[in-house]
């Protein structure tokens, strides 16, 4: 394949990276890993990966207002392209290599040289396999809906 | 009060060595991985994830191998490591009408939106020991019947169909500002529900299911109802500010209780349907039901209620709630109290002794009546 024209895309808004983002953060170390056979050489560490704590917050009630329930792993990086377009990494967890995976993957989809190949290489079997997962997650869950039926007493 | 020591130090090593050794167990058998542990004792690991207040599969599983299985210790280990790492921030407050949910029900609605799904429970199973499980043997897959898929946001939540009848009290939804925290400011007593919540949510689950069935038992009764436990997936969002957006980390299993309690109002409050809530890392049912009677409990004197039980007592639930405080404070008795004990020792012998002397010259006083009387 010919290497595909540096495309800004206009049309790709934050929107189109945080649903990159949600893949990067559902995949595992290995597929993240695909990336690294598409990124450039000289990429450069703004900030090593490191890990830290967010705190989870919760609503009382589902839907009220905010409190602390507990904090989490999370492991942070940020990278820059030769290009200069710089990426960002934040993933549960304390997984420093997948995190700076994360990050070449954002710095890539945004500087969008190479979207196509990252698409096919990286993003479209993240996806695949998560679809398969959920598909099979609803219909186990689905299998154990049930009806109960209230008994009537008395006369009828 | 305990005083420093010296000494030991060649004992206390070959203790540590020991404990290795114990820990490992015999060595014909395989040891066990913490990706066993992580994957094979997963409701151990969700509770030590939640009195640990730290959200780590990997590490909670390794925690609870290093513990020899003892959860509270494991918890404690949780803690310590946590106090190692920067804090980051705080998330955008999960949003739980979104879950993936993989256990939904409901005790309060036979039929209600999206149905009853019993995911994998223990409820309805005959607590029989399961002598199969000896042997390592092929578990089969779950069965994926034709049935219905769960999907994501078809499961309002039960508090929203009572909410619309204006039935229950609506949550405030308050300001996302500041929001009470225990990690970096101590208990104070009383404490907004915000505190309250985060202790319950770390707090020992034995406590809190002591508590919650007393509360059932007439010790501060709220005539409580499962409204709704829902257990699943939820994405977590962490603002980044080079970003300016809201970055998502990862999805993670909660799990919900939602406690519909019967009251029949106050001076305050109309009669309405009040709510108790529990939340909790991983599937963790029970912490979270009695989190959330708890919770109600602890509302007591907001609603206008007498506080008269332990429960609705906050000082009493919330100072005694963590595990890992309360080991602490049990567990220093161990500790060398030497010079306190000499003290103590030396006081109670004065204290003897005076006793005795002053059992004497009382003694002496009756026999000196006596013969006084019997002079008379």
């Known amino acids: ?156 | 009060m305990y005083v420093s020591v010296k000494g030991g130090e060649a004992a206390i090593r070959r203790a540590h060595r020991l404990l290795a050794d114990r820990r490992r167990g015999s060595r014909d058998v395989a040891e066990i991985g913490s990706d066993q542990i992580a994957e094979q004792l997963t409701l151990a690991v969700d509770r030590v994830m939640n009195e640990g207040s730290l959200h780590d599969r990997a590490l909670a599983a390794l925690a609870i191998k290093q513990a020899r299985g003892d959860l509270v210790e494991a918890a404690f280990l949780v803690r310590a490591y946590r106090t190692t790492l920067p804090r980051f921030g705080a998330s955008r407050p999960i949003d739980t009408a979104e879950m993936v949910v993989e256990r939904r029900i409901s005790a309060t609605y036979k039929d209600l939106p999206g149905g009853q799904i019993l995911g994998p429970t223990f409820d309805y199973t005959h607590r029989l020991i399961d002598f199969g499980l000896e042997e390592a043997s092929e578990t089969p897959g779950p069965e994926a019947a034709d049935a219905l898929p769960v999907t994501p946001g078809s499961t309002p939540r039960v508090t929203e169909l009572l909410a619309r009848e204006g039935l229950v009290e609506v949550e405030p939804r308050g300001e996302d500002g500041e929001v009470g925290d225990l990690t970096r400011s101590p208990l104070r007593i009383p404490a907004k529900r915000d505190v309250r919540l985060q202790q319950l949510a770390r707090g020992d689950e034995g406590f809190l299911l002591a508590l919650g069935y007393s509360t059932q038992r007439g010790f501060g009764s709220t005539h409580p109802f499962a409204g709704e436990i829902r257990i699943g997936r939820v994405e977590v969002e962490f603002d980044v500010a080079e970003l300016g957006f809201a970055v998502p980390l990862g999805e993670i299993t909660v799990s919900e209780c939602q406690m519909i309690n019967q009251f029949s109002g106050s001076a305050k409050v109309a009669p309405t349907f009040t709510r108790g809530y529990g939340l909790a890392f991983g599937q963790a049912e029970r912490k979270v039901m009695a989190m959330a009677l708890v919770d109600r409990a602890l509302r007591t004197e907001e609603l206008g209620g007498e506080v008269i039980a332990p429960a609705q007592d906050q000082e009493f639930v919330l100072a005694h709630a963590d595990n890992v405080q309360a080991t602490g404070f049990v567990e220093h008795l161990k500790l060398p109290h030497y010079v306190d004990f000499q003290a103590e020792l030396a006081l109670v012998r004065a204290m003897r002794a005076e006793h005795a002397a002053r059992a004497e010259a009382d003694a002496a006083d009756v026999v000196e009546d006596h013969f006084e009387e019997a002079a008379e």
């Open chain 1, 1 to 156: 394949m010919t290497e595909t024209p540096p495309s800004p895309s206009p049309d790709a808004g934050p929107d189109d990276r945080r649903a990159v983002m949600t893949l990067a953060a559902a995949a595992t170390g290995e597929e993240l890993a695909a990336v690294r056979a598409l990124a450039p050489a000289g990429v450069t560490d703004l900030r090593a990966p490191e890990t830290g704590l967010v705190m989870v917050r919760g609503r009382m009630g589902g839907d009220g207002a905010p409190f602390n329930l507990g904090e989490a792993t999370v492991t942070r990086a940020a990278v820059r392209l030769p290009s200069g377009t710089t990426g960002f990494g934040h993933l549960l967890g304390r997984d420093r290599a997948r995190a700076r995976d994360a990050a070449i993957l954002d710095a890539l989809w945004v500087e969008g040289r190479a979207r196509d190949r990252l698409e096919i290489d990286v993003l479209s079997p993240i996806r695949r396999r998560l679809d398969a997962e959920s598909a099979k997650l609803a219909a186990e869950t689905g299998a154990t809906r049930v009806d109960f039926f209230t008994l009537v007493r008395g006369d009828d």
